[in-house]
């Protein structure tokens, strides 16, 4: 997806960042992974606004070279950047813009249904990766689709997302089938607002490509159903399942 050809950019961070707590729990789920390995290089791949960089950068201690091929995502990491560790450069996981085996960690989050050719992405990860060097992945994916919190209350996402999000079983196999080995497999559940309504204030600013591609009128229905939810839901929070894949 062309996130250039929308605006979503601007409020990705309103819809999609959840606070340090959120950050912590993936921070320590990747440094779980990769116990004993020298961590160095780091490449977000597919960083957009820089979402885990500074993370990534802060807990490994660690150079992060952020790729994304939209010019505004990338605007908006370089805008909030603070930490002189991360570089952010134009590029895509089908041809990403840095050396042979150079990379320690590649970290991925939400992109692997907007690669256009999964199976190059997985070569390329492959490529700049170090021999015995991890890929981290955190996805969305078809099984899982039932238990997205939003799902209830936009129907009409349910058949874009049933269309976007690949098996678990494709995952693994595009990057077994690039030379990696799966050494986890795992679906860790984090909060992602601390009540319907803070989830409902979320949704609305519009971050979410696949609620971008509803019609005005089923985004809106859908809100005003969730908001309907918030009203007799206070204090339950709001979580959302995310699937793991470890691959070295
Ligand atoms: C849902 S955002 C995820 C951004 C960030 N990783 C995060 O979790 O906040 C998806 C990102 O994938 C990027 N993207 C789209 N096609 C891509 C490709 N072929 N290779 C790498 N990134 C891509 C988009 O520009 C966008 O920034």
Not at 68 to 88: C, F, N, T, V, W
Not at 90 to 110: A, H, K, Q, T, Y
Request: with cysteine; proline share 4%.
């Amino acid at each position: 997806m062309d996130y250039d050809a929308t605006d979503i950019a601007v409020t990705y961070d309103r819809g999609r960042d959840h606070g340090p707590e959120f950050l912590n729990l993936w921070m320590n789920e990747v440094s779980s992974h990769v116990k004993d390995q020298r961590i160095k290089v780091i490449l977000d791949l597919g960083c957009g606004t820089g979402r885990f960089s500074e993370a990534l950068a802060v807990r490994f201690d660690a150079e992060v070279i952020g790729i994304d091929p939209s010019k505004k995502m990338l605007e908006q990491a370089r805008g909030k950047q603070h930490d002189r560790r991360i570089r952010y450069e134009l590029g895509r996981g089908e041809s990403i813009p840095v050396p042979d085996n150079s990379v320690d960690l590649i970290f991925m989050s939400m992109i692997f249904h907007h690669f256009d050719n999964p199976m190059l992405a997985a070569r390329e990860c492959r490529r700049v990766l170090r021999e015995g060097a991890t890929a981290f992945l955190r996805a969305g994916t078809r099984e899982r689709i039932r238990s997205y919190p939003y799902v209830d209350f936009f129907p009409e996402s349910r058949p874009i997302l049933e269309e976007r999000l690949p098996t678990n079983t494709f995952v693994r196999e595009v990057f077994e089938a690039a030379g990696f080995r799966t050494a986890t497999l795992e679906v860790v559940t984090q909060e992602i607002a601390q009540s319907y309504a803070a989830y409902a204030e979320k949704l609305s600013a519009g971050a979410d490509s696949v609620l971008a591609s509803l019609s005005r009128r089923d985004f809106d229905a859908g809100m005003r159903a969730l908001r309907a939810h918030a009203a007799h839901s206070e204090g339950e929070a709001v979580f959302e399942p995310i699937d793991v894949f470890v691959f070295r």
